[in-house]
């Protein structure tokens, strides 16, 4: 069998052509799990551009859970990653760490917490299911040298929030809850004592197929500061960035464009499709004439009916 012909990396000029490379390297049955995504939300938002702004000072950074990160772009946490490349885990931080990107791990990752620590000169946040073994895995992750803990709750358990306030107990470090649909949802993330929170839809849409760059501005209003609110599903730009920052978040998580770049190229595949997607923010927001992230306003952006 001849060896997959790929495009040269510095011929890829957005996240969303890693995607087809990605496609000839990974076996159909394993390429499914990181395949495609509904993006039809980011389509009925535009923006409201300024002109005559100066721009040139332009500062992307931002102060998360009192850690500065150089972008409000993270990888978000992604199980077994060596199914896409060999390297897995390893070749994800290191590539982040390059990109200089906070990397958010999975409890099920297929290298050990302590060998993915030492690979990162980035922030590392860990990612664990609000189950029975978290607090062992927490507490190994802390240990390790993660500093912030991203606990994941699916639709409709309502015993996660007493897990959470089990897990939390005693834990100094803050908590962010991942899967957060609804504002019901927030306000209870709040009361059991949430820094953080991420607006999902846990890997699919729901069954009003709502998007969580949808939701997201009630969250943000419900939640009023207190915490800090970001979001994940379907991003793979930098204008689709810059669209949750005017609407209220404090971050984004992205997975899929970031196992592209892993699963083609590796290392330098991760660190490509992240430059690329802080290189598009910028631009995004240049345009926006909004010259840091406190700049941008939810009157940027307009938000069209179905």
Same mark, same amino acid.
Request: glycine fraction near 10%.
């Given at each position: ?8 990396l510095g011929e890829l000029v957005n996240a969303l052509e890693f995607e087809e490379p990605a ?14 995504? @509904?993006?039809?939300?980011? $389509? ?12 040139? $000072?332009? @500062? ?6 009192? +850690? ?18 060999? #390297? ?24 050990? %917490?302590? +060998? %993915? ?13 609000? #189950?029975? $073994? &978290?607090?062992?895995? %927490? #507490?190994? /992750?802390?240990?390790?040298? *993660?500093?912030?803990? *991203? ?6 358990? !309502? ?5 959470? +306030? ?11 809850? !991942? ?5 019901? @949802?927030?306000? /209870? /993330?709040? @009361?059991?004592? =949430? ?5 999902? $839809?846990?890997?699919? &849409?729901? /069954? ?5 760059? +949808? ?40 997975a899929r464009p970031i196992m592209w770049g892993l699963a083609a190229y590796g290392a330098d595949?991760?660190?490509t499709v992240l430059e690329l997607l802080q290189n598009d923010l910028a631009r995004n927001l ?8 406190? &700049?941008?306003?939810? =009157? ?7």
């Open positions: 069998m001849s060896p997959v012909r790929l495009p040269p496609k000839l390297t990974l076996p159909p049955s394993v390429f499914t799990a990181i395949a495609g995504g @509904d993006r039809a939300a980011f $389509d009925r938002i535009t923006f409201r551009p300024r002109m005559m702004v100066p721009t040139l $000072d332009l @500062d992307m950074s931002v102060d998360l859970l009192g +850690e500065p990160h150089f972008t409000p772009i993270l990888i978000g946490p992604v199980a077994e990653q060596r199914r896409f490349h060999k #390297d897995a885990e390893l070749a994800t931080v290191r590539g982040a760490s390059e990109a200089r990107a906070a990397v958010v791990v999975s409890s099920r990752s297929s290298v050990p %917490i302590g +060998e %993915i620590v030492a690979q990162a000169k980035s922030p590392l946040w860990f990612s664990a299911y609000a #189950d029975s $073994d &978290a607090r062992r895995q %927490i #507490d190994g /992750a802390l240990a390790a040298g *993660c500093k912030v803990i *991203c606990l994941a709750v699916e639709p409709s358990a !309502k015993p996660n929030w007493q897990r959470i +306030e089990t897990i939390r107990r005693g834990l100094h470090a803050p908590i962010v809850v !991942k899967g957060i649909a609804t504002v019901q @949802d927030a306000k /209870a /993330a709040l @009361d059991q004592g =949430a820094k953080g929170m991420v607006v999902s $839809d846990h890997g699919g &849409a729901g /069954a009003d197929k709502t998007a969580p760059i +949808e939701v997201l501005p009630s969250i943000v209003e419900a939640v009023a500061g207190r915490a800090a609110v970001l979001v994940d599903g379907g991003f793979r730009r930098g204008s689709d960035v810059a669209k949750a920052l005017a609407l209220g978040a404090t971050g984004v998580l992205l595949g991760v660190r240049g345009a926006l004439g909004a010259v840091n992230l406190k &700049a941008l306003t939810r =009157a940027m952006v307009r938000v069209h009916r179905r």
